[in-house]
Nanobody
Framework: QGQLVESGGGLVQAGASQRLSCAASRRTFRNNAMGWFRQAPGKERDFVAA????????NYADSVKGRFTISRDNAKNTVYLQMNSLKPEDTAVYYCAAGRGSMDSAYVNDYVYWGQGTQVTVSS
């Protein structure tokens, strides 16, 4: 059973906002970096955003910089992705992941625990 569960996906219109949540269960990830990745049909899984263990550092893909914000609440063992000004090209399955280490890596291989993903669809 999964240790990370994403929620908050769905269908929205271009220009709208949406917030994704990722809740951890069965163990805590407060000492791990957390990241969001996304995968569109027929494409590789791409980095979206990451946050260090204490939220002191964040890292964003150029395509979402200024529109998306990653945050975390270690007391709730939850990480969030606030998405504003959504575009049709943001359509993808969004995955939450817990990092091998504590820093905000953009590399898929630096993440060891993955959620099952939540679909985000942005209509034009």
């Amino acid at each position: 059973q999964g240790q990370l569960v994403e929620s908050g996906g769905g269908l929205v219109q271009a220009g709208a906002s949406q917030r994704l949540s990722c809740a951890a269960s069965r163990r805590t990830f407060r000492n791990n970096a957390m990241g969001w990745f996304r995968q569109a049909p027929g494409k590789e899984r791409d980095f979206v955003a990451a946050i260090s263990w204490n939220a002191g550092r964040t890292n964003y893909a150029d395509s979402v910089k200024g529109r998306f914000t990653i945050s975390r609440d270690n007391a709730k063992n939850t990480v969030y992705l606030q998405m504003n000004s959504l575009k049709p090209e943001d359509t993808a399955v969004y995955y939450c992941a817990a990092g091998r280490g504590s820093m905000d890596s953009a590399y898929v291989n630096d993440y060891v625990y993955w959620g099952q993903g939540t679909q985000v669809t942005v209509s034009s």
